[in-house]
């Protein structure tokens, strides 16, 4: 039974191409998948959910085998990817190595070792491109000849008269313009000098006035200091003479009151009028007092024995 039809042909570069006449895709029942996390796996390298990266090589044909320059850029890119993609591992410490071991529950021998052979090739020496030759064109036309006397063509007499004078004009000038180049520059150094000279002056005078001033008002602010000092000694003096006069005035009649008073009050007294009134007069007066007691009671005596 044909129910494919396979079509080939020849391209015009020289490849071989081939190609089927489409069909429909016949539909077929899918079978129900167990759930991940419900399966069993014996080799753990089986579940899906273990992430792997596999190499995919595709060994090209004789007519589709690129160029060494491709081939070196492509395992480069390559290369980099495969860097990129995986972490790199750390370098193991000193005195161990890495080495590849089995995760899988069950150790197993790897006998399905891929059998690989190095193979090599010895390119043929360079050999140097040879130089390339000198062109020539290709010759046309008819050679023709002449004879040309001395003296026809070129004089040199007659033509080397303006050249001379050309080349003597010229080192005149530029000479001249070196002598006014120089005596410009002697000007303006002289310039230079007497505007430095001139400065350092100014500067000069410049520190003398700042320095002048600077004693001025060193000097304004000492005499603004000691008249206000003296304006203050004056004041407190007029204060104090103020004070006194006042003083004076208002005690010339407090005195007299306040001696008047202190007299009045007892505080001033004679010490003999003193001495009589706190000392005789009391003990006067107490004898007279006695003297009468005695008296009054001998009358009183006399008067009852008279009874």
């Not at 972490?87 to 190595?97: A, D, E, F, M, V």
Request: glycine share 2%; aromatic share 6%; net charge negative.
């Amino acid at each position: 039974r044909m129910d494919r039809v396979s079509q080939s042909r020849v391209d015009p570069n020289g490849l071989y191409i081939f190609s089927s006449r489409p069909r429909p895709v016949e539909s077929c029942s899918k079978p129900k998948e167990t759930p991940l996390s419900q399966r069993h796996y014996d080799n753990i390298m089986d579940d899906r959910r273990v992430v792997r990266r596999h190499a995919q090589h595709t060994i090209p044909t004789v007519s589709q085998q690129p160029s060494a320059g491709i081939r070196r850029q492509a395992a480069i890119a390559r290369k980099q990817a495969i860097v990129q993609a995986e972490p790199g591992t750390p370098k193991p410490l000193q005195g161990r190595l890495h080495t590849n071991v089995q995760t899988e529950l069950y150790l197993e021998e790897l006998s399905d070792v891929i059998t690989t052979t190095d193979i090599e090739c010895q390119t043929d020496d360079f050999i140097d491109r040879p130089q390339t030759p000198l062109y020539i064109p290709t010759k046309s036309g008819k050679d023709a000849e002449t004879q040309i006397e001395d003296g026809e063509l070129f004089d040199f007499d007659s033509e080397v008269q303006p050249v001379l004078e050309f080349l003597v004009g010229k080192t005149i000038e530029q000479s001249l313009l070196e002598v006014l180049e120089e005596e410009e520059l002697a000007t303006l150094k002289a310039q230079q000098r007497a505007f430095r000279e001139l400065r350092n002056n100014e500067l000069a005078e410049v520190q003398r006035l700042q320095e002048q001033e600077r004693r001025r008002k060193e000097e304004k602010e000492r005499r603004i200091a000691q008249q206000r000092e003296r304006l203050r000694m004056e004041k407190e003096t007029i204060e104090k003479i103020t004070a006194r006069a006042f003083s004076q005035q208002y005690l010339a009649g407090l005195l007299p009151a306040v001696f008047s008073s202190l007299r009045r009050d007892g505080f001033f007294y004679d010490p003999v009028e003193r001495d009589i009134e706190m000392n005789f007069m009391p003990w006067l007066m107490a004898e007279v007092h006695s003297r009468l007691e005695e008296r009054n009671s001998m009358r009183s005596l006399l008067d009852s024995n008279q009874d």
